[in-house]
């Protein structure tokens, strides 16, 4: 049996205001402290920065300081990124304390199984010189190890190693053959998510089983900052491409990672609380869907273990 300590009538109000179809309404986010509730009770940033391809060492550091300084409270890695180290070094010199953060990190393909997780997971913690993490994932969904994976990510919760599990990059069937027998269901389910693929029936999926959706590579990698609808719209309303970006995320009840090594730029996806898109500007950007990934199929990583050529 499924274990959570949501019930699922707040979720069925959070659907009315996110729009997974059509119009919808917009759910508010009035600052970066705000958070969403997981399924298990735990608050979680709505923003938080990405730092995948981002070097260890300095960059990661810098990258890492200016978003806390900005008031990012969420920090985003994996142990596949090799800038862990790096992350809790910019951590450690940021001065806030613990409580204070929420940061996120992930089982590559190869730790998969239970005893290899269980190891990862260590690697991980003593990396970023963490006693805790606020969010552990599995990275993709691999064929034959989702089941060992998930029990020894759910020995770990129930230890209180880490607040909360979850998932990247599942599909649907993927999620079915996790919850089939699972002891708790996943908090989170982290997915490419941009306006060029917006995962509406995915979306619908995680929302009626109560798993909160998370967006990587939210701004395509910068592909859509030319795009001309998403141009007329940030200058209609004074802001960046990236800014439009970020807002409509948040306006679809998503939450959002996005990357930069940047401080200004950091600063300014940070700055989208001073304007609500209109509906009309929310079906506009829904409607640039074409299901273009940047990323691996997760079929294909299902079945393969390995990564495609498009990541």
């Given amino acids: 049996m499924q274990k959570d300590t949501m019930g699922g009538g707040q979720f069925d109000t959070l659907k009315m205001y996110v729009g997974l179809s059509g119009l919808g309404g917009i759910q508010m986010m009035e600052?970066?402290?705000?958070?969403?509730?997981?399924?298990?009770?735990?608050?979680?940033?709505?923003?938080g920065l990405g730092v995948y391809k981002t070097k260890d060492g300095d960059e990661v550091i810098r990258a890492v300081q200016a978003a806390l300084q900005?008031?990012?409270?969420?920090?985003?890695?994996?142990?596949?990124?090799?800038?862990e180290t790096g992350v809790g070094?910019?951590?450690?010199?940021?001065?806030?304390?613990?409580?204070?953060?929420?940061?996120?990190?992930?089982?590559?393909?190869?730790d998969q199984g239970y005893e290899p997780t269980l190891r990862a997971f260590q690697t991980s913690l003593e990396k970023l010189g963490l006693s805790y993490l606020d969010l552990y994932l599995i990275h993709w969904p691999i064929k034959g190890k989702l089941k060992e994976t998930w029990r020894a990510m759910e020995k770990?919760?129930?230890?209180?190693?880490?607040?909360?599990?979850?998932v990247c990059n599942f599909k649907p069937r993927h999620l079915d053959e996790?919850?089939?027998?699972?002891?708790?269901?996943?908090?989170?389910?982290?997915?490419?998510?941009?306006?060029?693929?917006?995962?509406?029936?995915?979306?619908?999926?995680?929302?009626?089983?109560?798993?909160?959706?998370?967006?990587?590579?939210?701004?395509?990698?910068g592909r859509l900052f030319d795009?001309?609808?998403?141009?007329?719209?940030?200058?209609?309303?004074?802001?960046?491409?990236a800014q439009v970006i970020v807002r409509w995320d948040l306006q679809h009840g998503i939450i959002t990672i996005p990357k930069s090594i940047h401080p200004e730029r950091i600063r300014q996806n940070a700055d989208v609380f001073?304007?609500?898109?209109?509906?009309?500007?929310?079906?506009?950007?829904?409607a640039l869907n074409r299901c273009e990934w940047t990323g691996s199929d997760p079929d294909d990583v299902y079945e393969s273990g390995r990564l495609g050529g498009r990541s």
């Avoid at 770990?156 to 979850?166: C, H, P, T």
Wanted: aromatic share 10%; glycine share 4%; proline share 6%.
């Fill in 227 to 241: 795009n001309p609808v998403i141009v007329r719209i940030a200058d209609q309303y004074q802001k960046t491409p």
């Fill in 70 to 83: 900005t008031g990012y409270p969420s920090i985003d890695t994996a142990a596949f990124y090799q800038n």
């Fill in 274 to 286: 001073d304007f609500e898109l209109a509906p009309e500007d929310m079906d506009a950007l829904d």
């Fill in 156 to 166: 770990l919760y129930k230890e209180g190693y880490v607040r909360a599990i979850g």
């Fill in 31 to 47: 600052s970066l402290s705000d958070r969403s509730a997981l399924n298990n009770g735990v608050e979680m940033p709505r923003i």
């Fill in 89 to 110: 070094e910019g951590i450690r010199r940021s001065g806030l304390s613990r409580q204070e953060l929420f940061v996120t990190t992930k089982v590559w393909n190869s």
């Fill in 178 to 221: 996790l919850l089939a027998d699972c002891e708790y269901k996943p908090a989170v389910n982290q997915i490419e998510l941009h306006p060029r693929l917006t995962q509406e029936k995915k979306r619908a999926y995680c929302y009626d089983h109560q798993i909160r959706v998370e967006a990587w590579s939210p701004l395509m990698k």
